[in-house]
């Protein structure tokens, strides 16, 4: 969720200053949560601003921007290296997905190729099938199958 403006921010309080209403009564006219405006006041009392909080961080990514040369190194000697044997090659003490998260802000794409030529005779669907293969897949009996009932015979 995005931060509420400034400007938000100092109506809020300028109003609640001038005692235009309760801490509830102001939250619903400016549409924000009871809570959010007591931690403002709050914010206000303690520390004199009402700017918002900046960034928590987060986790730290285990393969940094130094590393990203290492990683495209590693890449150039053997392209079609497995992730586990980048991983080795960087020196990272993590998972996989850590040098998948970095090959995708690299914005490299990890497509492995063919092996092999491919053999275009292998049919595709039944109607690339050979002729004569018809009936291979279909049972050899003729008529009916033990499923179903037998016919009724008239009297």
């Known amino acids: 969720m995005d931060t509420y403006s400034m400007d938000l921010r100092v109506r809020i309080v300028q109003s609640y200053l ?24 709050r914010r206000l009392r303690e520390t004199g601003s009402i700017e918002p909080l900046p960034h928590g ?8 921007l130094d590393q990203d040369g290492v990683l495209l190194e ?3 000697e053997t392209a079609d290296a497995s992730l586990d044997q980048l991983c080795e090659r960087c020196g990272v003490n993590g998972s996989r997905m850590c040098i998948v998260r970095a090959l ?3 914005t490299i794409t990890r497509k492995k190729s063919r092996s092999g030529a491919r053999n ?6 039944k109607s690339n099938a050979r002729p004569g293969n018809e009936g291979s897949r279909t049972s ?3 008529g009916s199958s033990s499923s179903t009932k037998p016919t009724p015979k008239p009297h």
């Open 104 to 106: 995708e802000r690299l």
């Open 140 to 142: 050899s009996q003729g």
């Open 120 to 125: 275009n005779k292998t049919p595709r669907c």
């Open 74 to 76: 590693a890449l150039a």
């Open 18 to 41: 001038a005692q235009e209403g309760s801490q509830a009564d102001l939250a619903e006219r400016f549409k924000v949560s009871e809570r959010w405006l007591q931690n403002l006041l």
């Open 57 to 64: 961080g987060g986790r730290q990514r285990v393969i940094g």
